[in-house]
């Protein structure tokens, strides 16, 4: 019978390698929700108030980017755009990819958003002489954000879920890193088991810090 | 004072205001009521230009509301305005509901303005709920939050419309002697609404819609005991 002998020194002893990876998903993950809300956030706008090309190309991006696999999204950036003599590192493919995913996935909760606050929110802030511009940032994106905040606490996890995907395209975050030592020294079970255990402790920091910000954040 | 010269405003083929002339003085308060889709609320979004007009004109102390070059987010301080549905910004407490638009619209200080915000609370009363969000208020203490909302601004003109129908029936008082007080302190006011006793006894001149068209004007006494038109005659008969 097959016998397998689990060896947890190796893993133990890249540890350190291990978590600085960790360190590196997060970072990577964090820069790409941070493009994309604020991208997300335009095209919803886009979609919403505008007719035309533009309206149209942010409605094509929402479509792929939600109805397309992520691998490939990423392979885009990656063997696409270096197909047309673009070569791109590694960290900028993870972070265009992710951003290009989780804006599309964001303007329709932004859209969704913006539809739940009522009409009269504009009119009451209008007849109080504000400005279009008052009226969005003190009156709607408030409300609006509020709406989102779970939303994009979730589409932060899967960010940090997808990065994995990093090591299809030689990319050292976590996975990658795994992967490496993983290949090297033939104790892949064990990588991956305590690599699993580091994911699940990172997105359980985000949802503990996400609820503790919107215990702060939403008094109402 | 407010000046309106056959006013026409048409929402696509459907024409809702043809042609109203009507003058209303500082410290006078206007009712005015009619039949549903009569053109009530339309008067009032026309007069703080969140509608468009097609014909006529619409001024306040002679400036033209419509005019191109009229500065409407400065021309809306002086007139404030209280909805049907009650719309308090749910993200703010009452006390900051009150004093946003002093602090960015009107640039006063934070101290200044939440002063203002306090004073104007209470004067509704509502000096109790200072702290609260919308969602703790009832109906009948949000719209008085929107009253108070709108007078931090210090306008001249207020305009309700409807702003005790969407109430429960024991809520609607409160709201109607909040008006009552304002009436008193010599507040300019068009009421848009069917609190009949309030136009009654409030007004100083009510005003019958019908079908866009002001049918008649007068006293309260002549509109109750003594209307000219048939069209006013009906309509007294059924909502008494
Ligand atoms: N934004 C709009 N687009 C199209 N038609 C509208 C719009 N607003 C109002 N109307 C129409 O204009 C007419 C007058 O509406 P308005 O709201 O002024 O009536 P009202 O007298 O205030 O009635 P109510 O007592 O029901 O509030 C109605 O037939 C209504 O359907
Ligand atoms: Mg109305």
């Known amino acids: 019978m097959f016998e397998y002998n689990f060896h947890w020194r190796p893993v133990l002893k890249s540890l350190p390698d291990l978590l600085q990876a960790g360190l590196l998903t997060l ?194 | 004072m407010i000046e309106i010269r056959d006013l026409h405003k048409h929402f696509g083929d459907l024409h809702v205001l043809k042609g109203i002339d009507l003058d209303v003085k500082k410290g006078e308060v206007l009712s005015v009521i009619g039949s549903s889709g009569s053109g009530k609320s339309t008067l009032l979004y026309c007069i703080n230009s969140l509608e468009k007009i097609q014909q006529g004109s619409v001024k306040i102390d002679g400036i033209d509301v419509h005019a191109k070059n009229t500065d409407v987010n400065k021309l809306r301080q002086k007139l404030g305005m209280v909805f049907q549905q009650w719309n308090s910004f749910p993200h703010l407490t009452a006390m900051e509901n009150v004093a946003l638009a002093p602090r960015i619209v009107k640039g006063k200080s934070k101290e200044e303005a939440l002063y203002i915000a306090e004073t104007q609370l209470k004067h509704v009363g509502l000096g109790d709920k200072l702290k609260n969000y919308p969602s703790a208020l009832s109906g009948g203490q949000q719209q008085r939050l929107a009253i108070a909302r709108a007078l931090a601004m210090e306008p001249e003109y207020m305009l309700f419309d409807e702003a005790t129908s969407a109430l429960d029936p024991e809520k609607v008082g409160e709201v109607l002697d909040t008006m009552r007080l304002l009436a008193e302190e010599g507040m300019t006011m068009i009421c848009v609404t069917h609190e009949m006793g309030f136009a009654r006894d409030v007004s100083d001149r009510v005003a019958y819609f019908h079908q866009g068209v002001m049918e008649e004007i007068g006293p309260p006494e002549q509109i109750f005991y003594s209307p000219i038109s048939e069209h006013t005659k009906k309509f007294l008969a059924n909502v008494r």
Request: charged fraction near 10%; proline fraction near 4%.
């Open chain 1, 27 to 220: 970072e990577v993950a964090v820069l790409s929700m941070v493009i994309g809300i604020t991208i997300g956030l335009c095209l919803a706008l886009m979609r919403m108030k505008l007719e035309g090309p533009l309206k149209w190309f942010a409605v094509s991006w929402i479509e792929v980017a939600r109805n397309t696999p992520v691998l490939f999204q990423l392979f885009f950036f990656g063997f696409g755009l270096g197909a047309a003599g673009v070569n791109l590192p590694p960290y900028v493919i993870i972070v265009a990819g992710l951003s290009f995913n989780c804006a599309g996935y964001l303007a329709e909760n932004f859209r969704g958003g913006f539809q739940a606050v009522p009409d009269t929110q504009i009119n009451a802030a209008r007849c109080l002489g504000m400005n279009g511009w008052q009226t969005y940032t003190r009156i709607i994106i408030p409300q609006v954000f509020r709406i989102v905040y779970h939303p994009i606490t979730n589409q932060m996890v899967w960010a940090v879920l997808m990065s994995s995907l990093g090591m299809m395209i030689g990319f050292r975050e976590l996975s990658g890193e795994t992967q490496f030592f993983a290949s090297r020294t033939f104790r892949i079970f064990e990588y991956f088991a305590v690599t699993a255990v580091v994911y699940y402790v990172i997105v359980k920091l985000i949802l503990g810090s996400s609820r503790l910000l919107s215990a702060r954040l939403f008094r109402y």
